[in-house]
């Protein structure tokens, strides 16, 4: 095992460092060249406080989980006192008031009819959810025909069976899993009248096979942070609609005001079938996951038949103490001006990253809400530019042809000019490398 971003060996490191390399298993590496992973002991606001002192602006906010920062004082308390009180209990016969409470706040929250909420403990699980959903409504109204979907060049929803069959199929994360995964229909999200006439015609001539339409809005998450239009989701809403097929709009990574409102689809007036939340859902405290339908789907499973119900139930769904950060997330939303934030990070973030369009190797610089994307013809020496990064007290994770930012929605604009700056001086040594 190399040496980790830090130039940190095994031995000078903590004694669980040691395990690391002949234990953990860590997630999209090649274990027998990786470096050794940073040891991060303590996280605080927008910082993760490795094992030597260190700390580091976090970037990425724990893949975008942490929109409020690390160890709100808030979420914090809310937790501790459930803890005290009741740290799980199944949902099934039984339930409780968070679950209850937070489902309402939820539908609340979210536009249009989308007041059914079925919770779970990831995401990626919570779009196996929304494929059933949809599959199974269809089968239980005499229509077992449908059980395909369309999603979208570049798509990523989530490494799961099911999940992985709506990626982008050429993405090289799932590949090796051709022939073995379902098979979807994967098209080019329509920005022009011309590609949306071709969309439309493409779901007319299929659609005896469609469960529905699946799609990221706005954002294409870890398929290459893409974006497209308002204009072009709203598109395809009204396209999918007109067909008579269901929308499932997965908001897993831009949900909760990434992307500058509180749900992205808010930006294009569409009020999906399904919709999926993740990641911010808890502020980064607990693994927790919801998927939301209207009342059209949710009533094709009632009736007298024990074999309409939705057959699902993750162990740790609705977990009582996800439950509780969830209601503290949602307090802080409402208490602060996070969206107004959200504005203000991507005017610095746009403004910040622009010596970055000049550099050798950048094919595009792009911002929308609190995420920023500098994207490379190739990218080179990844070991060497994570410890650039450290060095410079920031985290960033650059993956396929991209450096993207996700900061904490809390950052302050002095934390945000460091993250920036930081990122376009080690941009900067790369490109001339």
Known sequence: MSLSCSETSVDSGPAWQRDAADHLWMPYTQMQTAPLPLPVVATEDVYLVLSDGRRLIDGLASWWTAC?????????????????????????GIHHEGAVTLARRLADLLPGDLAHVFFSDS????????????????????????????TFKHA????????????????????????????????????????????????????????????????????????????ALAAVARIARQQGLLLVADEIATGFGRTGSMFAC?????????????KALTAGTLGMAATLATGEVFEAFLGDESEKALMHGPTYMANPL????????????????????VQAIEKSLTELLKP?????????????????????????????LCERFVQAGIWLRPFHDMFYLTPPLSITPDQLHQLAGATVEVIGDWSRS
Not at 180 to 185: A, I, K, M, R, T
Not at 266 to 278: K, N, R, S
């Open 156 to 231: 990523y929803h989530g490494d799961t069976t099911g999940a992985m069959s709506l990626s982008d199929p050429e993405r090289s994360m799932h590949a090796h899993f051709k022939g073995f995964l379902l098979e979807q229909y994967c098209r080019p999200i329509p920005e022009t009248d011309e590609e949306q006439a071709a969309f439309c015609a493409f779901l007319e001539s299929h659609r005896e096979q469609l469960a529905a339409v699946v799609i990221e809005p706005l954002v294409q998450g870890a398929g290459g942070m893409r974006f497209h239009s308002p204009a």
């Open 68 to 92: 409020h920062g690390y160890n709100h004082p808030h979420i914090a308390e809310r937790v501790a006192a459930q803890l005290e009180v009741m740290p799980h209990v199944m949902l099934g």
């Open 322 to 341: 996800a439950c509780a950060a969830a209601h503290a997330s949602l307090d802080l939303f409402e208490q602060h001006s996070d969206l107004a934030q």
């Open 123 to 150: 995401g990626s699980v919570a779009v196996e959810v929304a494929m059933k959903m949809a599959v199974q409504m269809w089968r239980n109204r005499g229509e077992g025909g449908r059980n395909r979907f369309v």
């Open 356 to 384: 970055c369009r000049s550099l050798p190797g950048v094919v595009d610089v792009r911002t929308r809400g609190a995420i920023a994307v500098v994207q490379v013809e190739r990218l080179h020496s990844e070991e060497k």
């Open 266 to 278: 808010e930006q294009a007036e569409v009020v999906p079938d399904i919709m999926c939340l993740g």
